[in-house]
């Protein structure tokens, strides 16, 4: 069955780095575009990055751009969100979800599969 696991959360301080992971098993991965998003406590969920399969293009959250990067290695399935300069209004869980389609997708609503979801904590 298609899964997907996250894993990298946690408390770091203002001005920090955490890198996430987000392995997937169950589906042909080659056709897959997988986002990151979050959720903070009482907000909608924010779309945060993407990253295609068909050339590995990547778009950003203005809230993240230069800050955030992702990237893929698709010899083990596995995307990653490294986050550096970590503010406290980066606090939130985290989730990675794979759509079916190749180029990059923005719309919550086209992503098909998610994770369970992983917390990351700026704090000082």
């Known amino acids: 069955q298609v899964q997907l696991v996250e894993s990298g959360g946690g408390l770091v301080q203002p001005g920090g780095s955490l890198r996430l992971s987000c392995v997937a098993s169950g589906f042909n991965w080659d056709y897959y575009a997988i986002g990151w998003f979050r959720q903070a406590p009482g907000k909608e969920s924010e779309g945060v990055s993407c990253i295609s399969s068909s050339n590995g293009t990547t778009v950003y959250a203005d809230s993240v751009k230069g800050r955030f990067t992702i990237s893929r290695d698709n010899a083990i399935n596995t995307v990653y969100l490294q986050m550096n300069s970590l503010k406290p209004e980066d606090t939130a869980v985290y989730y990675c979800?794979?759509?079916?389609?190749?180029?990059?997708?923005?719309?919550?609503?086209?992503?098909?599969?998610w994770g369970q979801g992983t917390q990351v904590t700026v704090s000082p």
């Open positions: 979800a794979a759509s079916p389609y190749r180029s990059i997708v923005v719309r919550i609503g086209q992503y098909t599969n």
